[in-house]
C-alpha cells in the first residue's frame, strides 16, 4: 500500500453512465492530481489540486468534472464518456504544490467505456 | 512546453546483466529536475531515481544509476545486476524549477523485460 488509494480498480460504464472515481490519501500532502494513462502515450495531466483548490485543468472536456472536498480526497466525476476516454486514471499527491520530490501514485483506476 | 522522449518502446535485459534506459528532454531552464519511475503490473508508480540539474554528480540509487549530461539534455538510466524483479514500465519525467505552476512531464515509457 503506497498511501494512495483509489478505488475502484476497474470500471467499465456505458456512455450513458455516470460514475465516479476515488482517491484517498492520508499522507498528510496538499497537493492532489489526476493523470490519464493511454496505451502507447505519454501520462497526460489532467488536473491539479493545492490546498483544495483546482490550480490547473490542462483542457480537459467538460465530461471530466474533479472534485476536492479536502486535502485528503480527490474525485472525478464521469458523464456520457467516449470509447476513446479508455484508460488508466493514476491520482498522486506531493506534500505541496511547487516542490520537486514526493509525487506518490495509486495504483489507477482502469476505465474501459463501451 | 517541455517535452521528454524515450526513445526505446522495449527493451530486454538477462538476468544479472546491466542494461541502460535512454531519455532525453527539451528544456530552456537550467534549474530543474529530472526522474525515473518503474510502473510495475500492479500500475503502481514507484520513484527509483532522481536528479537535481545543479548537481553535477550522477545520482546513485543501489542498483540504479543515471547518466545526467546536461549539455546534451540526456537521462539515461542504468540498472546494474538486473533481478526479474525490475521487469516493468520505466517512465523518465522532468519537473522545471520550484514554483506552483511546474507540474511532471513524462515521457512516452519503455518497457523492460528481464530474461532468466
Known amino acids: 500500500e503506497t498511501g494512495v488509494t483509489q478505488t475502484p480498480r476497474h470500471l467499465v460504464m456505458g456512455m450513458t453512465n455516470k460514475k465516479s472515481l476515488k482517491c484517498e490519501q492520508h499522507?498528510?500532502?496538499?497537493?492532489m492530481y489526476w493523470y490519464k494513462q493511454s496505451a502507447k502515450k505519454p501520462l497526460e495531466l489532467m488536473f491539479v489540486y493545492s490546498l483544495e483548490e483546482r490550480v490547473e485543468n490542462n483542457s480537459v472536456p467538460s465530461r471530466f468534472s474533479p472534485e476536492c472536498p479536502n486535502s485528503s480526497h480527490l474525485f472525478l466525476h464521469l458523464h456520457t464518456l467516449q470509447p476513446e476516454d479508455s484508460a488508466l486514471y493514476l491520482c498522486?499527491?506531493?506534500?505541496?504544490?511547487?516542490?520537486?520530490?514526493?509525487?506518490?501514485f495509486g495504483s489507477g483506476t482502469r476505465l474501459t467505456v463501451v | 512546453a517541455q517535452t521528454v522522449t524515450q526513445s526505446q518502446p522495449e527493451m530486454s535485459v538477462q538476468e544479472a546483466e546491466t542494461v541502460t534506459l535512454s531519455c532525453t528532454y527539451d528544456t530552456s531552464e537550467s534549474d530543474y529536475y529530472l526522474f525515473w519511475y518503474k510502473q510495475p503490473p500492479s500500475r503502481q508508480m514507484i520513484l527509483v531515481i532522481r536528479q537535481e540539474a545543479y548537481k553535477q554528480q550522477n545520482a546513485t540509487e543501489n542498483r540504479f544509476s543515471v547518466n545526467f549530461q546536461k549539455a546534451a539534455k540526456s537521462f539515461s538510466l542504468k540498472i546494474s545486476d538486473s533481478q526479474l524483479g525490475d521487469a516493468a514500465m520505466y517512465f523518465c519525467a522532468y519537473r522545471g524549477p520550484n514554483n506552483a505552476g511546474n507540474m511532471l512531464t513524462f515521457g512516452g515509457g519503455t518497457r523492460l523485460m528481464v530474461k532468466p
Open positions: 498522486a499527491s506531493s506534500q505541496y504544490l511547487g516542490r520537486a520530490y514526493g509525487y506518490t
Open positions: 499522507l498528510g500532502h496538499n497537493a
